[in-house]
């Protein structure tokens, strides 16, 4: 039995459109991803996860201790530990004991990374109250090197503020500054961060 014209004409049509829709399947699924990463691109950057960045400013050029002051008493302290300097040529007032205690507890914070990181207090000619060191800040490393001071004033980048902290790798290098008011948690983010990657120290 032949079926009616009109009956064959639904068919084929019906056939038509579940072929077209295939083929449009198959084109997203190859086209798709193209088509959404193009958009991130170009028009979706709000969906996109901001890259992650650092709180302390990186010292570029990159500068070597042992190179630059070849005499300093600071290779003495920096065997194979990474040094967090904090560098005070005036008396140790208030603002200077805050700052002693940031670097206690950010070393704290470190954890079990702790002992790969050395506490550094650069001071002037006025010697530092040793009574209240021993008790407060056993283990803190203190010295005057006047050199190692001028050195450091003036690889702070000029946009940020004094009195803030420098860390120094194992091998001499000066890598960051971290200005005076930042989150210690936030300096230590950076350094641990630095930690992980790094085989030496």
Not at 8 to 36: E, N
Not at 78 to 100: K, R
Request: charged share 25%; aromatic share 8%.
């Amino acid at each position: 039995m032949e079926l009616p014209k009109e009956a064959i004409s639904v068919v084929t049509k019906k056939k038509g459109t579940a072929a077209r829709l295939q083929l449009l399947l198959i084109a997203l699924v190859f086209l798709g991803p193209l088509m959404l990463a193009t958009w991130l691109h170009f028009g979706g950057r709000a969906l996109q996860p901001e890259g992650r960045t650092n709180h302390g400013e990186l010292l570029q050029p990159l500068v070597n201790i042992r190179d630059a002051l070849p005499g300093s008493p600071i290779h003495e302290r920096n065997d194979s530990h990474w040094l967090l300097v904090y560098p005070n040529e005036a008396v140790c007032d208030a603002g200077c004991e805050f700052a002693l205690y940031t670097l206690r507890q950010s070393r704290l914070m470190l954890g079990k990374e702790r002992d790969r990181l050395v506490r550094v207090f650069l001071h002037g000619e006025n010697a530092p109250d040793t009574v209240y060191l021993a008790d407060e800040h056993a283990g803190l490393i203190t010295l005057s090197d006047s050199g190692f001071s001028t050195l450091l004033k003036n690889k702070r980048p000029s946009e940020l503020s004094a009195g803030g902290y420098y860390l120094v790798d194992p091998l001499g290098n000066l890598v960051m500054y971290f200005p005076p008011d930042i989150d210690p948690s936030d300096m230590v983010e950076d350094i641990k961060r630095l930690l992980k990657f790094s085989r030496i120290g």
